[in-house]
């Protein structure tokens, strides 16, 4: 990637930052398109396109005139955002498996793998990590070279810098491994951050949250997480903490941060073993690894009377833990994220009903996503793409050709 380029006035970067994030969001356009979305007098924009143009991250596309379509006049030049003038990297370091996520400057997926981990020691999750994303970058034809911003996701609590708190016996540590200066060694833009965060993030850009300006997003499936959004702004708190789930240790009903596939799964496994399940129930005898959430939730959606009273018990636990954000941070939309999400139409019903007249406020809105078991990769491409926009320009000399 490149070196930073020369210092520039602040009043020229204000140009070029502004015509940047212009072209980045629109189609092909014309300087005069530009300047009433950009504020600048036609000299600054014609200044600042050709700018980005020598930058490479514009292009100037073949006027009217040289594509036959214009007959009259001098053809107005026309522009596009070099959407492939780099890539972003978005990284799921999760405990047991990693999903890189390779995408051009405006998220158009180029190439996305996933890895296994069977340790979780700091150096070999470091190794893998380093590994998954040079893999991801081989599939899509890539090198170093063209990773501009990368954003990674871990199941731990991130600050503002990029750093995990220690934690009493290390997890943290070795879920978060000094990534933020791992991949700072080659990589011009990182951002490292909570996985349930990214999940949050992804939800506002991508999901059911967008345009909702206070939210909660649960990763649900085996443990809980919370990303949190309040007035537009993702939360981390001094250490990175908000969100973590410790507290529901001690809330009645939910006893720990266990996630609603983990307890469906548990609850029904306990009802078998304790000879409650009425001896021709499809779920009697089978070994108990394969009773899951996901097995649960199919039968519930089928109409299993069974499998309906311990996805009632997950919705009554899912109203407890909806009910102490929403009276601590007044969300108007609870997202639950991740896989599980897939199949808990009758889990967010019960919640609701566990909900109705348990606030002072009016309950957030329950709903699931619709981004499935990457969401985390897809929030991290969605943040890796906000690096890049704040921070190419600083990153891009006057020479810089093509990366790609």
């Not at 190794?127 to 081989?138: F, H, K, S």
């Not at 833009?189 to 909702?212: F, I, K, M, P, T």
């Not at 708190?237 to 973590?244: D, L, R, S, T």
């Not at 609603?260 to 548990?266: D, F, P, S, T, V």
Request: glycine share 10%; net charge negative.
């Amino acid at each position: 990637m490149s070196q930073p380029s020369e210092r520039v006035s602040a009043p020229r970067r204000a140009s070029l930052d502004a015509l940047l994030h212009y072209a980045w969001d629109a189609e092909s356009f014309t300087a005069g398109e530009a300047m009433p979305a950009v504020g600048l007098t036609r000299s600054t924009t014609i200044d600042a396109l050709d700018e980005l143009v020598e930058r490479a991250l514009i292009r100037e596309l073949p006027n009217a005139r040289e594509v036959g379509d214009y007959s009259k006049g001098r053809p107005a030049r026309r522009f596009e955002f070099c959407a492939d003038a780099g890539v972003v990297v978005g990284l799921d370091a999760g405990r047991a498996h990693v999903t890189t996520t390779i995408a051009d400057l405006r998220g158009a997926v180029l190439a996305r793998e996933h890895l296994m981990l069977d340790d979780d020691s700091i150096s070999r999750r470091r190794a893998v990590m380093a590994t998954a994303v040079d893999d991801a970058l081989g599939v899509a034809g890539l090198e170093r070279g063209d990773v501009i911003a990368l954003c990674a996701g871990v199941p731990a609590p991130v600050d503002s810098e990029g750093v995990s708190p220690t934690h009493h016996d290390g997890f943290w540590q070795r879920m978060n491994p000094d990534l933020i200066d791992m991949f700072r060694a080659w990589v011009p833009l990182v951002r490292v951050e909570n996985d349930a965060s990214l999940a949050a993030v992804a939800e506002g850009s991508l999901g059911v949250a967008r345009g909702c300006r206070d939210y909660v997003t649960l990763l649900a499936g085996e443990r809980l997480g919370a990303g949190v959004v309040v007035d537009g702004r993702l939360l981390r708190g001094a250490h990175g903490g908000v969100g973590e789930m410790i507290a529901f240790d001690q809330v009645s009903g939910v006893e720990g941060a266990w996630g609603l596939g983990n307890r469906a799964a548990e609850w029904a496994r306990e009802a078998i073993a304790a000879g409650e399940v009425p001896p021709e129930h499809p779920l009697v005898g089978t070994p108990s690894s394969e009773v899951t959430g996901r097995v649960v939730f199919e039968l519930a959606a089928s109409g299993d009377e069974f499998a309906l009273t311990i996805v009632h018990r997950v919705g009554q636990m899912l109203a407890r833990v909806t009910g102490v954000f929403a009276s601590l941070l007044d969300p108007r939309m609870i997202v639950i994220s991740g896989a599980v999400s897939a199949g808990i139409a009758e889990v967010l019903v019960a919640a609701r009903a566990g909900l109705s007249g348990a606030l002072h406020v009016p309950p957030p809105e329950l709903v699931a996503s619709n981004l499935g078991g990457d969401v985390v990769s897809t929030g991290a491409v969605s943040a890796a793409i906000e690096l890049a926009r704040s921070g190419i320009l600083a990153l891009t000399p006057l020479e810089r050709s093509l990366a790609v």
